[in-house]
C-alpha cells in the first residue's frame, strides 16, 4: 500500500500565486487531515474531513480552502500565498478520526513564498 | 487553553545511552496521549499509544510512561541509534471533535 501520497514535496511560490496541495490515500479512510508545521511549533489542523462531500475547519483554516470530492483525495488551495504560509505540509488520514491504529501521515510538502 | 509542552526542546547523547524526553499536558477532557517519531523531512510515524488507563506502554527500545493524574508523560529510549536521531512529538487527543494537541517536540541528537 502507498499510504499517503502528496504532492509536489517542495514548491516556491510568488506572493499572491496560488496553487494546490495534492493529498491522496489509498486504505480507504474516512477521516483526513491538513496540518501545517512551522518551526519549533507543533502541528496545527487546517482543515479536516469526515467523509466525501464534508469537510470542516480547524484550528488554522484563514488563506485555505479544502475539498473531498472522492473518499481517496483531499487537496488543499493556496488562493492568494503570503510569506505567512511558508510551511511544511502534512495530510493525514484515519479510518476512526482518533488518534488510533491507523492514523498515517503523509511525507509533507515544503512551500516557500518569497 | 489545551496544550502540550515537551522538554527538552533538544538533546544530544553518545551512541549507546539512554535518554527520557517529558511532555506536559493540559489536555480536557483527556482521551489518549501518543508518541510519534518525525526524522528530518519525512511525516510522524507512530511510536506509542496510551489510554487514561495505561501506564506503561514499550515498542521495542521505547517506553512510555503516563501520569493521568499529574498530566504528565515521559518516552524512554534505551541503547540509543544513529538512527534514533529525529524529532519525538507528544500528541494529546481531547475525547470530543478532532481535538488533536501537538507538542512542539525533542529534537535528539545521537553521536557516535
Known amino acids: 500500500n502507498a499510504g499517503v501520497t502528496q504532492t509536489p514535496k517542495f514548491r516556491i511560490l510568488k506572493i499572491g500565486q496560488s496553487m494546490t496541495l495534492q493529498c491522496a490515500q489509498d486504505?480507504?479512510?474516512?477521516?483526513m487531515y491538513w496540518y501545517r508545521q512551522d518551526p519549533g511549533m507543533g502541528l496545527k489542523l487546517i482543515y479536516y474531513s469526515v467523509g466525501a462531500g464534508i469537510t470542516d475547519k480547524g484550528e488554522v483554516p484563514n488563506g485555505y480552502n479544502v475539498s473531498r470530492s472522492t473518499t481517496e483525495d483531499f487537496p488543499l488551495r493556496l488562493e492568494l500565498a503570503a510569506p505567512s504560509q511558508t510551511s511544511v505540509y502534512f495530510c493525514a488520514s484515519s479510518y476512526s478520526g482518533d488518534l488510533g491504529p491507523g492514523y498515517t501521515f503523509g511525507s509533507g510538502t515544503r512551500l516557500t513564498v518569497v | 487553553k489545551n496544550q502540550v509542552e515537551q522538554s527538552p526542546q533538544s538533546l544530544i547523547i553518545l551512541e549507546g545511552k539512554n535518554c527520557t524526553l517529558q511532555?506536559?499536558?493540559?489536555?480536557?477532557?483527556?482521551?489518549?496521549l501518543r508518541w510519534y517519531k518525525q526524522d528530518t523531512g519525512r511525516g510522524p510515524v507512530s511510536l506509542t499509544i496510551?489510554?487514561?488507563?495505561?501506564n506503561t506502554k514499550s515498542n521495542g527500545r521505547y517506553t512510555a510512561t503516563l501520569d493521568a493524574d499529574t498530566k504528565q508523560s515521559s518516552l524512554h529510549i534505551t541503547a540509543s541509534q544513529l538512527s534514533d536521531s529525529a524529532s519525538y512529538i507528544c500528541?494529546?487527543?481531547?475525547?470530543?471533535?478532532?481535538?488533536?494537541?501537538f507538542g512542539p517536540g525533542t529534537r535528539l541528537s545521537v553521536l557516535p
Open positions: 500528541v494529546v487527543s481531547a475525547s470530543y471533535g478532532q481535538n488533536f494537541v
Open positions: 496510551m489510554t487514561f488507563s495505561e
Open positions: 511532555c506536559n499536558y493540559t489536555v480536557s477532557p483527556f482521551s489518549n
Open positions: 486504505m480507504n479512510h474516512n477521516y
